[in-house]
């Protein structure tokens, strides 16, 4: 029953704010509905703590509990146009409609009534006509400063009379008509009153937030706002225009050419450096952007938003989008905003005719006006970075040259790490000749870098790497070039894979072993070639007798080997939870995060070949035991079947490891063919959960067959059938 109640509630509270007409009204609609409890026409309301400041809930506020960062603290009551009678559940009664005047009294704006008494502007709010009044709370007008209060009432005929026209609009408008971005001419002299409608529910005039919505009256409407709003007559331009301490900011908008954007018409936020913001900044850097067109104009663009965001529209952290293309963070922490989670904001809604103006004490510099070592520098790759200067490397990261730097995580350098020759030969190969985004690269592709080689880009299900080195962060695009977070020092291809195996002492049996096979050709060839490398602890891991004979038979020497191959190349960043690999030979190879294959560690991963990869591992894969396969397994149909009904689990299990381990490439329609044929299901009822099952009876005959590696499947099959 519970459950029924709280999925009934769930869908009524869907279906309710779906026919919400505006932000607004959904969020007025929720609150309803989270009060309700408490009886009819009860909205439920968050306080935050230690403030007088109260917001309609939304679910995001209802389930965190808090605003800007702040506890909120939960209260019910009376929603717009309602109020409790006595002796009764909720607010069942309307508020009795009277006009403007008297309305004011009781909605929590009677120093606004007093204030319209003392201009005599109580005879027009009490007469005949259609207003809508943006009332100043009473908390609105004690936080006016004391020279701005005492000026409007020194001249309550002139200057306060203005003032209050100014908060009135000729006509009657709800919360519903309160579209964003509108404007209505005011009372005085017509000038509009700027309205902007958040998605959050919160509505705004000139900045102002309306904390009491929709206050219905004989001759109009008021809505309650948290401020006493001015006329604005300037565009956001003119702040920056008229203001000293806006004045490296004017010279930089007239540099790149912004001035006629900012004088036009629109709905702009301008987070707007003072000159203590420019001084922060290195001289040569800041000298160089304000020489830079290209980089200013990215410079000053990353400080305009598209929208139009007053303080008082942010609840919680929003990514918004700028006019360079990325976006900021905007929020709050109490009743600080912050921008990228910092509270720079010094000075808040100083609102134009098109848009509004934030003072800020940081200079924001977005990656497109950095040079790729300003973009290392501000990145978890301050070892790369010291040691890319430390090669003589700085020049090309500084100037204007178009390329991609592979900059290693801090993590992929051992403490210590010191510059030496190959060092510095080494970082020159993890630069790029081109500048690149991670999204225009494409498997097997070949990139050139300053130190003249040649690395291939490799594309997997959940990694994008480049030789071994994988990208492990969103690459950055600075004003001529882009870096690349990768997870380790790159290892460029030297040689082919027979190459690296004769440079490498650890695997002097394995070349001889391929040499044996005949298999050189194939790990010179252009590839590309996946290598599990068995060392030669891994060789000398297996018993004397049946290592001879192995090497001493080329084929089955081949076949083993190509199971450590494969016709594609896969390095450790692209190996993920249970990826396969289809070997040259035999059965698919399953590797795992760690790298493991077939559960058995790599003992050294990633040595990167022109023609493919190597890994080296520890164990032969599949584990060898040549000798003792005819012992165990006779290859007669009697013998066999009398092991299967002594233990039938075991024998299967050890009869289809076998069948891994032959790495012969035979069709099981084909042995399936052959077993039909032998009519094995007359067996005794023992042995049947292992034998009539036909893929079980495959891999049971086929095994026994394959002990003679010199006889194909054709003939083997044909002797079995001359056998029953």
Same mark, same amino acid.
């Given at each position: 029953m519970q459950h029924l109640t709280l999925f009934t509630l769930a869908i009524t509270l869907i279906a309710t704010i779906c026919l919400a007409k505006s932000p607004y009204q959904s969020v007025l609609q929720? /609150?309803?509905? =989270?009060?309700?409890? %408490?009886?009819p026409n009860v909205c439920a309301m968050q306080k935050i703590q230690g403030t007088d400041k109260k917001y309609f809930t939304n679910c995001k506020q209802w389930y965190h509990r808090k605003i800007c960062g702040k506890p909120t603290v939960i209260s019910y009551e009376c929603c717009p146009g309602y109020e409790k009678l006595s002796g009764e559940k909720g607010c069942p009664a309307a508020l009795p409609l009277v006009n403007i005047y008297n309305t004011l009294g009781v909605v929590g704006a009677a120093t606004t009534k007093m204030y319209s008494e003392r201009a005599q502007l109580r005879e027009e709010i009490e007469g005949p006509g259609s207003f809508t009044f943006f009332a100043p709370s009473n908390q609105a007008w004690a936080a006016l400063p004391t020279e701005i209060l005492d000026a409007l009432v020194s001249n309550v005929n002139i200057e306060l009379l203005n003032a209050l026209h100014y908060h009135m609009v000729n006509r009657r408008l709800t919360s519903e008509d309160l579209k964003h971005g509108s404007a209505f001419p005011s009372m005085y002299q017509d000038f509009n009153v700027h309205i902007h409608h958040y998605p959050n529910g919160i509505v705004t005039v000139n900045c102002a937030r309306l904390v009491k919505t !929709?206050? %219905?009256?004989?001759?109009g409407i008021v809505h309650v706002v948290d401020r006493v709003i001015t006329a604005v007559t300037n565009n956001v331009h003119t702040f920056i225009d008229? #203001? !000293? #301490?806006?004045e490296t900011l004017r010279t930089a908008v007239a540099a790149a050419g912004l001035t006629q954007m900012l004088e036009s018409d629109g709905h702009y936020t301008v987070f707007a450096p003072t000159n203590e913001a420019f001084e922060k900044i290195p001289p040569e850097m800041l000298k160089r952007i304000l020489g830079d067109p290209v980089a200013l104009r990215d410079l000053l663009n990353y400080h305009i938003l598209k929208n139009m965001q007053c303080a008082e529209s942010i609840t919680s952290g929003t990514p918004l989008e700028t006019l360079q293309g990325t976006v900021l963070e *905007?929020?709050? !922490?109490?009743s600080d905003m912050t921008l990228n989670g910092k509270a720079i904001i010094q000075k808040k809604d100083q609102l134009g005719t098109n848009? *509004? *103006? %934030? +003072?800020?004490n940081e200079l924001l510099i977005p990656d497109s006006a950095k040079t790729l070592l300003e973009l290392a520098q501000g990145s978890a790759v301050t070892t790369a970075t010291k040691l890319f200067v430390d090669a003589g490397l700085g020049s090309h990261l500084s100037g204007s040259e178009a390329l991609t730097i592979l900059t290693p995580q801090n993590e992929a350098f051992k403490e210590g790490v010191?510059?030496?020759?190959? $060092?510095?030969?080494?970082?020159?190969? %993890?630069?790029?000749?081109e500048q690149l985004s991670s999204g &225009?690269? +494409?498997?097997?592709?070949?990139?050139?870098? $300053?130190?003249?080689?040649?690395? =291939? &880009? $490799? *594309? +997997?299900?959940? /990694?994008l790497c480049i030789e071994n080195s994988c990208i492990a962060a969103h690459d950055k695009t600075g004003r001529f070039g882009s870096m690349f977070t990768v997870d380790k020092v790159l290892t460029p291809p030297m040689g082919t894979i027979m190459d690296v195996l004769k440079a490498d002492d650890q695997f002097s049996l394995l070349v001889g072993a391929i040499q044996t096979a005949g298999l050189t050709e194939l790990m010179n060839q252009a590839g590309p070639h996946t290598v599990f490398a068995p060392t030669n602890d891994a060789f000398s891991a297996l018993p004397k007798a049946d290592l001879n004979k192995l090497m001493g038979n080329p084929q089955e020497l081949a076949s083993v080997l190509k199971y450590h191959m494969a016709k594609e190349i896969l390095v450790s960043g692209g190996v993920g939870s249970h990826t396969r690999l289809k070997?040259?030979?035999? !059965?698919? @190879?399953? @590797?795992n995060m760690t790298v493991y294959i077939n559960k058995v560690p790599v003992v050294e991963a990633d040595l990167m070949a022109t023609n493919g990869v190597v890994h080296a591992v520890g164990t032969m894969q599949p584990s060898y035991r040549s000798g003792r396969r005819h012992a165990l397994f006779p290859r007669d149909e009697r013998t066999l079947v009398r092991k299967v009904q002594i233990n039938p689990r075991t024998t299967a299990k050890v009869l289809v490891k076998m069948l891994e381990e032959t790495g012969t490439k035979v069709s099981i329609s084909t042995v399936k063919r052959v077993l039909y044929r032998h009519n094995l299901k007359g067996r005794s009822a023992r042995k049947k959960p292992l034998l009539q099952n036909p893929h079980k009876k495959a891999r049971l005959w086929f095994t026994t067959a394959h002990g003679d590696k010199d006889r194909t499947f054709g003939e083997m099959s044909s002797g079995l059938m001359k056998q029953k």
């Open positions: 929720h /609150s309803r509905i =989270r009060g309700r409890q %408490h009886g !929709d206050q %219905h009256a004989t001759n008229t #203001d !000293d #301490d806006l *905007v929020g709050c !922490d109490g848009g *509004v *103006v %934030h +003072y800020i010191t510059m030496t020759g190959e $060092l510095k030969k080494l970082l020159k190969n %993890h630069i790029l000749k &225009v690269l +494409y498997h097997r592709q070949e990139l050139e870098t $300053l130190g003249g080689i040649k690395l =291939r &880009v $490799l *594309v +997997y299900r959940n /990694s070997p040259l030979q035999g !059965d698919k @190879l399953e @590797l």
